[in-house]
């Protein structure tokens, strides 16, 4: 069924108070685009109908991944925004075409609850492994990573994004990966042991660092 077709579906089972058949097709419609304003619409008015969306959304054993972001959804509307900013990034790793992040920018901006960036890091942990940096979806976790490092308030993920911008060659890479080597040394020349591409990380962020100084000189 095409996108319409499927909102077409879920809003006559909504009518017709068949809400987990309204929820399979609202979960297709916006699998093929999560920002159209009349699915978005129908997805507020089916978690008006629900007594408990939070449970009616809870994947089972093996989720699809547009099922697991209207849990996404349904976890922000109840101001839980970390765990909804958690779930998108997990399906970004997998299906970074569909730009289901862009709701994560309208949560980092809600004031009632903050995200929490330190438990972000293994999602990102997980993309920066998985995505390629010539991945068009990578735009989309660095438009949320923006946010979340503007305040400094995690080095891993300031790290994450100094390398993803030095590999895209991103205007913003070299003064991202110099301000992260000036706030944070230690952090940025240790790394992380662990990580399969800490070595790659401090290659990528000593090179901006000197090409930003080679700008500057």
């Known amino acids: 069924m095409t996108p319409d077709e499927e909102a077409n579906r879920a809003q006559d089972a909504i009518d017709a108070g068949e809400l987990g058949t309204a ?12 920002l159209r304003p009349r699915f978005l619409e129908l997805c507020d008015e089916l978690f008006e109908r629900l007594p408990d969306p ?5 994947p089972g054993e093996r ?4 099922e697991v972001a ?7 509307r109840d101001g839980r ?6 779930l998108l990034l997990q399906i970004a790793a997998a299906r970074p075409d569909v730009p289901y992040l862009t709701w994560a920018l309208e949560w980092l ?7 929490d960036p330190e438990a972000l890091v293994p999602a990102f942990a997980r993309l920066f492994e998985r995505l390629p940096a010539n991945e068009p979806g990578l735009q989309s976790v660095l438009a949320v990573l923006d946010p979340l490092c503007a305040s400094w308030s995690d080095p891993m ?14 205007p913003r890479g070299p003064a991202a990966a110099e301000e992260l080597l ?8 240790a790394g992380d042991a662990a990580h399969p591409d800490a070595e790659r990380a401090r290659v990528l962020l000593e090179a901006a660092k000197e090409h930003a100084g080679g700008l500057h000189g």
Do not use: K, M
């Open 157 to 170: 993920l300031a790290w994450y994004r100094a390398v993803w911008l030095c590999q895209r060659a991103d």
């Open 182 to 189: 000036l706030r944070f040394p230690t952090f940025a020349l």
């Open 109 to 115: 901006d809600a004031p009632a609850t903050a995200v």
């Open 23 to 34: 929820l399979h097709h609202l979960a297709g419609a916006l699998s093929a685009d999560p």
């Open 54 to 58: 939070i449970a009616a959304t809870s």
């Open 63 to 66: 989720p699809w991944f547009g």
């Open 81 to 86: 925004h970390t765990e909804a900013v958690h």
């Open 70 to 76: 209207l849990h996404a959804r349904a976890l922000a």
